[in-house]
């Protein structure tokens, strides 16, 4: 099984990236293979182009995306780790996943079909926030990104919805028995989705 982690977050050595890692690091020891797409080090650009628009003719994907596609093409596991920002996911990961999962990969043909074109694989979601999980409940927030990051995406793109794990309380000098904790979380999640018996 091949996963793409792909996670958003400007700072290198953030929750998110640590929490990305111990994912990547469960699925390489249950045998997966990995390939880690970390967007702010690779200076993605998010921003959607002319060129790019499904209007009018089949669009034309710019070569940076030619070539995320070309990566992604035979993953069968999705894994989104972001920080929520004004209770929504970075723009950099909004970017990522509206350019490179766009029509005619994830999604699509000729016709301007919403047809999926990815079904039979999967999609696990991992987020954090400063607010605990409770309050992102309370506000509607985490409802939000379940039903347009999680349970629409899916749908378009034809992948199974896994999971969705979020971990609120995140401050930038967290101690580090919480987030060694919160690595176990991931790697239960990790073995509850791909291990044995899953």
Not at 168 to 177: A, K, M, N, S, W
């Amino acid at each position: 099984m091949k996963h793409a982690v792909i996670f958003a977050h400007p700072r290198e050595r953030s929750f998110t990236a640590a929490m990305a890692q111990a994912y990547a690091e469960a699925a390489a020891a249950l045998g997966h293979s990995v390939i880690r797409r970390d967007l702010y080090r690779m200076g993605f650009d998010p921003r959607l182009k002319q060129e790019e628009l499904p209007f009018d003719q089949y669009s034309h994907p710019a070569p940076d995306v030619i070539s995320e596609r070309a990566l992604l093409n035979d993953v069968d596991v999705f894994a989104l780790f972001y920080p929520l920002w004004l209770n929504s996911p970075p723009a950099m990961l909004k970017g990522y996943l509206e350019r490179v999962f766009g029509l005619g990969f994830a999604y699509g043909d000729e016709h301007h079909s919403t047809a999926s074109r990815l079904a039979g694989r999967k999609l696990i979601s991992f987020s954090s926030s400063g607010a605990p999980l409770y309050w992102v409940q309370q506000t509607g927030a985490f409802d939000a990104i379940r039903a347009l990051f999680d349970r629409y995406f899916a749908d378009l793109c034809g992948l199974t919805l896994l999971d969705h794990v979020h971990f609120g309380g995140i401050v930038p000098d967290t101690r580090e028995d919480f987030v060694a904790a919160r690595r176990e979380d991931v790697r239960a999640a990790v073995a509850k989705h791909f291990g044995k018996g899953a």
